[in-house]
């Protein structure tokens, strides 16, 4: 499975847009791009994913780079509930059941 | 619509004590998934399970067993338990296995063993 980088950690205002980065840089062109966050003491929660277009949905924005080597989860303003560990995860197209997580980005959201 | 529910929440073993982990999920999805979530690292996977009466291994299968007897649980058992198995254990279930298809987490088994 190819592998996905992310920063270990990262700050936002409370109400201001966060971009969240990921580089995967040995992406293969069945690879979807999936995000999971993990709130605290919780089990992670699905976010949004995708194959090759920007997509959005009611929680982020997914903007994925025209090479797919890397791609950016956007939320548009961030709240004090979005503080949470970021997962940024590649699954092939078929014959994978699996999901490989790395460490993630902790999110941090100041009031 | 209760998604993914893990069973029990807490659990407190002696070394070497036997128990098993319940996983119901009510969405008829195919596929079930454990994981283990150690402090400050990622989840890794334990075992898996394609359909009904099918299981497979993960990334670190040892001292772990698993049986999918009916599609909607998985169970996961530990036959003699270990101090390094005191983990968050969490099953997560998908429609299909391919790329499209997202998982539904459960909330967690906080498992320690003394």
């Known amino acids: 499975d190819a592998k996905t980088t992310q920063p270990n950690s990262m700050e936002s205002n409370e109400e201001e847009p966060v971009h969240l980065p990921c580089n995967h840089s040995t992406i293969s062109g069945t690879d979807y791009i999936h995000w999971y966050r993990q709130l605290p003491s919780q089990g992670p929660e699905y976010v949004i994913h995708?194959?090759?277009s920007n997509v959005n949905n009611r929680m982020a924005s997914l903007a994925i780079a025209e090479d797919r080597k890397s791609s950016t989860l956007i939320l548009h303003r961030a709240t004090l509930r979005d503080a949470a560990v970021y997962y940024c995860?590649?699954?092939?197209?078929?014959?994978?059941?699996?999901?490989?997580f790395g460490t993630g980005t902790r999110l941090k959201v100041l009031a | 619509n209760a998604g993914v529910t893990q069973t029990p929440k807490f659990r407190v073993l002696k070394t070497g004590q036997s128990m098993t982990l319940l996983c119901a999920q009510d969405?008829?999805?195919?596929?079930m998934y454990w994981y283990r979530q150690d402090p400050g690292m990622g989840l890794r996977l334990i075992h898996y399970?394609?359909?009904?009466?099918?299981?497979a291994k993960g990334e670190v299968p040892d001292g772990y067993n698993v049986s999918r007897l009916k599609k909607q649980n998985f169970l996961l058992g530990l036959e003699s338990a270990a101090p390094s198995q005191t983990s968050v254990y969490f099953c997560?279930?998908?429609?299909?296995?391919?790329?499209?298809?997202?998982?539904?987490f459960g909330s967690g088994t906080r498992l320690t063993v003394v």
């Open positions: 995860i590649l699954r092939a197209v078929s014959g994978t059941y699996k999901y490989i």
């Open positions: 969405m008829n999805h195919e596929y």
């Open positions: 997560a279930s998908s429609f299909m296995g391919a790329g499209v298809y997202g998982y539904t």
């Open positions: 995708g194959l090759t």
């Open positions: 399970s394609v359909g009904e009466g099918t299981t």
